[in-house]
């Protein structure tokens, strides 16, 4: 029986590889199995040599993505890619306002600790008669956030200098 799926799945994707016999023979590299034409993209040796050894295996500035969980650790968190670099939280509404929530998404954008390599949008919506109407992004309180973040990745970089100095 499992034969018989594998050959299907086989015939299948032999399917897929298109009408011509098409075989590479130039120096582009090892060629697919199926469509005989050349690698493209990265291979699994190449994306491994891409991140690098001082960053813990981030492709982004690992202080920031710490610092940026830390300063979002309060609010539920809807999405998370690490290798991206960005934090989607959910929509909150504050105590204070629960006719108005928020969603934020920070962005980690350099392996470098500067102040161009976060940037945090901030949604905003508006309750109207029980429905929810867009009321665009708040940049003011992005670029708080921003700050936030950068001035904990700082204090976090400063803990670990002097932990490792004693």
Known sequence: MRSVLFYCLFLTLAACSGS????????????????????????????????????????????????????VSTIPIDDVDTYGGTIVTEWYSLANSPNERIKMTFFVLDLELRSDAIRVQVYVQRQENGVWVDGGTDSALGRKLEELVLTRAREIRAAGVTETDN
């Open 20 to 71: 011509g016999q098409y075989i590479s023979t130039s120096d582009e590299g090892q060629g697919s199995i199926l469509t005989g034409k050349a690698q493209q993209g990265l291979s699994l040796a190449d994306f491994g040599s891409l991140m690098g050894t001082n960053t813990g295996g981030l492709p982004i500035n690992a202080l920031l993505w710490r610092a940026s969980l830390d300063i």
